[in-house]
């Protein structure tokens, strides 16, 4: 029997996939995963103590508008990874859009009349900043790899990215609850540090566990 041959029949038996089953595979688990993150940040870092007055501040709406527009991107990316066949170009070349808006503002506070371009940039968390958006993202990359598994990814370092990107967003948005930081110039370097390392750890990962 030819190969096509051997194909095509053992194609002959398989159920058509229902429309939507995708999305709805990687809704439901990104859902568990938010949910998960949401929890390290209640019960491990906590919520900021003035977060009613902080959400009247635009820094707050700032780092909170940055990190959804990049989860939102890499959320978009992950589908497209799950699909065989499916062009990864423009979710990945959109994901430029957020750091093109946050650059120019960043610029224009620490130029402003008096600004502290130092304090700007370190804030007062720097140190552990990038670390704990990275943890708090590990419940969400943990639910998106298991989405990826359950789908049919071939690229796998670049499905593995996509994932830790979406993932290091959606922990960074959450971890915005906790972070008494509000400079633009300090969410450019450490909040994107953060989303960086959980972008690496899942192009790592990528490969070993996305293996048919």
Do not use: N
Request: charged share 10%; glycine share 10%.
């Amino acid at each position: 029997m030819r190969t096509d041959e051997l194909i095509a029949r053992l194609s002959d038996d398989l159920p058509p996939i229902r429309s939507g089953m995708v999305m709805r595979l990687l809704v439901g688990a990104v859902g568990l995963g938010l949910a998960g993150s949401v929890l390290v940040m209640l019960l491990v870092l906590h919520p900021r103590h003035d977060l009613a007055e902080a959400m009247t501040s635009f820094g707050m709406w700032t780092k909170l508008a940055y990190t959804f527009a990049l989860a939102g991107f890499g959320f978009w990316l992950v589908e497209r990874a799950g699909r065989p066949g499916t062009d990864m170009v423009r979710p990945a070349l959109l994901l430029a859009l957020p750091l093109l808006a946050i650059a120019p503002l960043s610029v224009l506070q620490m130029r402003a009349p008096g600004a502290d371009p130092h304090l700007l940039v370190m804030g007062h968390t720097a140190r552990v900043c990038a670390v704990l958006v990275t943890m708090t993202a590990l419940p969400t990359l943990a639910a998106t790899f298991w989405a990826l598994r359950r789908l049919a990814p071939t690229r796998l370092g670049l499905a593995g990215a996509g994932a830790g990107l979406f993932a290091g967003a959606a922990g960074a948005f959450v971890y915005c609850f906790h972070c008494p930081e509000a400079a633009a110039p300090f969410i450019a370097v450490w909040y994107s540090l953060g989303i960086a390392l959980t972008t690496a750890i899942g192009g790592l990962l990528g490969p070993r566990l996305l293996r048919w």
